[in-house]
């Protein structure tokens, strides 16, 4: 059973900035791709960002061109940077990792932006 642990949330001002860590328990080249999802109070868990195992990115258009999604490789563990954050970003973030049949999730870690 793969497993994934993320760290990294906190209590954070209005334009400061976190850095989320995902440590997957398998090598995460075997995972055709991880991504970085939030849940909001009362609201649909979404897609935030994502990248392949090549390293292609996908990112909401909410979070563009303040966060970035990252990989390491040789820590099987995937990153998000994010920047110029928002009350709005507020959530819990959850790591994801897929392979053709399996579809894997973290336990989430809460991002609270506020002043």
């Known amino acids: 059973q793969v497993q994934l642990v993320e760290s990294g949330g906190g209590l954070v001002q209005p334009g400061g900035s976190l850095r989320l860590s995902c440590v997957a328990s398998a090598n995460i080249l075997s995972f055709g791709v991880m991504a970085w999802y939030r849940q909001a109070p009362g609201k649909q868990r979404v897609l935030v960002a994502s990248?392949?195992?090549?390293?292609?990115?996908y990112y909401v258009d909410s979070v563009k061109g303040r966060f970035t999604i990252s990989r390491d490789n040789t820590k099987n563990t995937i990153y998000l940077q994010m920047n110029s954050l928002k009350p709005e970003d507020t959530a819990v973030y959850f790591c994801n990792a897929v392979t053709i049949s399996m579809n894997y999730w973290g336990q989430g870690t809460q991002v609270t932006v506020s002043s």
């Open positions: 990248i392949t195992s090549s390293g292609r990115t």
